[in-house]
């Protein structure tokens, strides 16, 4: 029986920075089928961030190739990249907001791809924009917020609204770089919950890097663990016991539960 | 003497083709001459100092002996050298300091007195021999290893990868008090003498501050009884281009010549910050390029004061025209706006910017959603300053001819009646002040 053809192809990615020298990322490979829910695992430092910033090239990838549904990203011109960033949702650790603007204006950013500039420059959206805008925020419960500044809202609104806002692109995969790692533990499980919700709903394949594992084992249907920028595991979360939790995580680590 | 077996056999050429070790020899060289250079401004002051006293303070008779022999020159050279080499190797200097790096013992805790003083004897005994101890071994000279001690980066360098990691740093070495380490009251010298040298220099005089207080006396009574004759009715004598003005004619002029220079160049300023941003534009060469000549600009016509922009164009358009003026204000106005606002946008938190980037948005779709909302509120502030500085500015310009309330203050001021003077400075004084508190509460209003 042929396997399903992956969704997201990455081979042999490599990422140096120039400056000191430092590699991020060394020959990772590794295939996301559509509609897994990936979780990147790792320590600080490990190039999770790296990773997933090089899938929408935010970061320029070294050497190595990404292909989402057969398309080479790394060899796109700027236009046609930008095309294809429409495609890939990301939500940010820090939310990356702008906070002095409505959480409206802050949902319709993600549809600017999809948006002529000049028409943007005036800051028209169409209307079905609009709507699409507010039944995201219904989605995410934050529909009597809209025109709040974002900076009123506490953390966990902040980051529903940036999920809101991946959504406005109707995105095929979602990069989230560590949604929850600037919340508290019950915030975090129900923003989790949004990613499972997008991701089992919708169909939208979920590619999220996580600090603690107990997340990652409870949401994840699939780990990727990277040391060094590195894989050193890939596979199921039931797979990751005690002796593997020390390969990625050190000798000294102790696991820590997150309810 | 135990020395790492991967730098101890290496030559000067194979040192050099490690970027780290031509780091480590560049700060080494830099530093050096810093320090040296320090000492080479001591012995400036103190000859300005032996200068300037001899002739004040020594006796008629000892008058006309002061000259330098002519062996002076190469014994300052010699002296200032030595001193500097003396203080590389008594602590941390301002050169190593300044340049990142310091002196590591080899083996043990801490440099004791007897190697710093055996480095400074091997440093003439090595370094003059055409650096042959450079040439052996670049990061482990001969005068360094036979001292036992290594110069090598700072924790903070080392962080940054530039540094050599063959030997211990200065970490765990609780940080001294600031005055008491050798860069720290170096400074304080350097900055006390700087002070001494520039108050001579400057011929700064505190006795005619009090000696001829009386004139200005004269001239500080007529203006506080100012005289406000020609506020409401034109002055017949004073024309200026065929025509004749009042106090307050010229007032409302100025106040309209500020504000289009003020709306003009915040307009071309504007567009231009965000070219003059680092993190917009210095993603690749093109945009280097444009960043570079933008800054270029914004630096250039900065530089050059409104006084002079005033006087080209007073020639220009014609002497007393407030256009003249406008055109002056407005270039200062945006190359002044440019650089604040450039800055501003470079402070700007990158977040939203990457959040744009990543929804597919373009150049200026990124710009207009991502980084003028960040920046809005501050661009406010400096624009409403920027009128208040225009306000004033625009009254010194006029002594070039660049027309505005100004002209009164100069004609005035050259006809010797100060009380008229003194009416025309208490308008300016009321427009600012006036301009100051309706600039804070627009700038409370707009900037939330």
Known sequence: ?259 | MPIDARTAGSTVLAGLARPAVRGLLKRRVLSFFLDWAIWGYVAFAVMYFLNHYWYTWIPGHWYDTLTLPAWGWPVTVLATLELAIVCRNSGWSLGMRAFGLRLVPMHGDRITLPRRVARVVLWHASVPLAFMGFWFSPEHPWHDRFAGVALRPTRRLRGAGAGLDDLPDDEGRPEKRVLLTQWGWMSLFLLVLTFWLGWLITEANLSALASRASKAGDLFRQIARPDFRYFLHEDPIFVLRRGTYSILDLMVLTLYMTLLSTVLGTAVAFPLSFLGARNIMGFNAVGLLIYTLVRGFFNVFRAIETLLWATVFAVWVGWGSPFAGILALTIHTVAALGKLFSEQVEGIDAGPVEAARASGASFLQVIRYAVIPQVMPAFWAFTLYRWDINVRMSTVIALVGAGGVGTLLFYYKNEGQWSIVGAVVIAIIAVVWIMDYLSGWLRERIIR
């Open chain 1, 1 to 259: 029986m042929a396997t399903a053809p992956e969704h997201l192809e990455i081979e042999r990615l490599t990422k140096v920075y120039e400056r000191g020298q430092v590699v991020a990322l060394k020959d990772l490979s590794f295939g996301v089928k559509k509609g897994e829910f990936l979780v990147v695992i790792g320590l600080s430092g490990s190039g999770k961030s790296t990773l997933l910033r090089c899938i929408n090239r935010l970061i320029e990838p070294t050497s190595g190739s990404i292909r989402l549904d057969g398309v080479e990203v790394t060899r796109l011109p700027a236009a046609r990249m930008r095309r294809a960033r429409r495609g890939m949702g990301m939500v940010f650790q820090h939310f990356n907001l702008v906070k002095r603007s409505t959480v409206m204006t802050n949902v319709l950013t993600g549809r600017l791809g999809y948006t002529p500039t000049w028409r943007s420059m005036a800051g028209w959206f169409s209307k079905s924009d609009r709507e699409m805008a507010m039944r995201n925020l219904e989605r995410v419960g934050l529909v009597e917020k809209a025109y709040v500044r974002a900076d009123e809202l506490s953390g966990g609104q902040q980051q529903r609204v940036g999920i809101a806002r991946a959504l406005m692109q109707q995105p095929q995969l979602l990069l989230v770089d560590e949604p929850v790692s600037a919340l508290d533990p019950a915030t975090s499980n129900s923003i989790m919950q949004y990613f499972e919700q997008v991701n089992r709903e919708d169909g939208v394949t979920v590619l999220t890097s996580l600090h603690f594992l107990s997340l990652a084992r409870r949401f994840g249907t699939r780990i990727l663990a990277l040391k060094d920028g590195e894989a050193v595991f890939d596979g199921l979360p039931t797979q990751i016991d005690n002796v593997r939790f020390k390969e990625i995580y050190g000798e000294d680590a102790e696991e820590v539960e997150v309810r």
